[in-house]
């Protein structure tokens, strides 16, 4: 997480329900480097533009965190509308978007992702008219292995076939993963495990010098 925030990388996670991914995803942005004025004020024009600024605060100094549910349309990643109002990736704009469930999106709002991560902008055609956003994003996406979870599960046993874990992992494109710089599999913690080890931090010193 350190490598991904300091040279703002692509980032996805791969593991187990309850092996932390959402937690490292939330815990992302308050590692991430100070907002520069520029690109402070780079934030606070696309809220402003959305209608998202809040009254109370003429300047978004903190990186606010994007996590848009799987279910969003592509419309309401990309953006549109009749006054082609931007959507979550120009709302991410010098952000982190967090895609949690990542097979789980429609297929067409990952794939939408793919030019603006290459070029930082978006651009959105309608009848309406054209208008181009800036969206330089780091993209946080977490994936389980299978539709069950528990695939390459140490302890628990996978109640999904082959071809199902197949067709599960190949609805993230091949495109999009080559755009994502760091991947990580998040193994599932041990419970005894972890409370042994905090224990053991935990543990008072004696004055004798014991354990």
């Not at 071809?163 to 599960?168: G, Q």
Request: aromatic share 6%; net charge neutral.
């Amino acid at each position: 997480m350190e490598v991904a925030a300091t040279g703002f990388h692509n980032v996805l996670l791969n593991g187990p329900p309850g092996s932390g991914k959402t937690m490292l995803a939330r815990a992302l942005p308050s590692i991430l480097p100070q907002m520069t004025l520029a690109e402070a004020l780079d934030v606070t024009n696309m809220y402003s533009i959305s209608g998202a600024l809040p009254s109370d605060c003429p300047l978004v100094s903190q990186r606010p965190f994007q996590s848009p549910h799987y279910t969003i349309s592509n419309s309401g990643l990309v953006g549109g509308g009749r006054t082609l109002r931007p959507g979550g990736i120009t709302m991410s704009h010098r952000e982190v978007l967090f895609l949690d469930k990542l097979p789980e999106f429609n297929h067409t709002a990952p794939e939408s992702l793919r030019q603006p991560l290459e070029d930082k902008v978006v651009t959105i055609s309608r009848v309406s008219g054209s208008v181009t956003y800036p969206a330089s994003f780091m993209l946080f996406g977490a994936q389980i292995p299978c539709p069950c979870g528990l695939h390459s599960h140490p302890r628990e046993e996978c109640t999904c076939t082959p071809s199902t874990v197949t067709r599960y992992q190949e609805r993230v494109s091949g495109p999009l993963l080559d755009r994502i710089d760091i991947f990580v599999e998040v193994p599932p913690v041990e419970y005894e495990s972890w409370l042994e080890r905090n224990h053991m931090k935990t543990r008072p010193r004696l004055s004798n010098g014991l354990k």
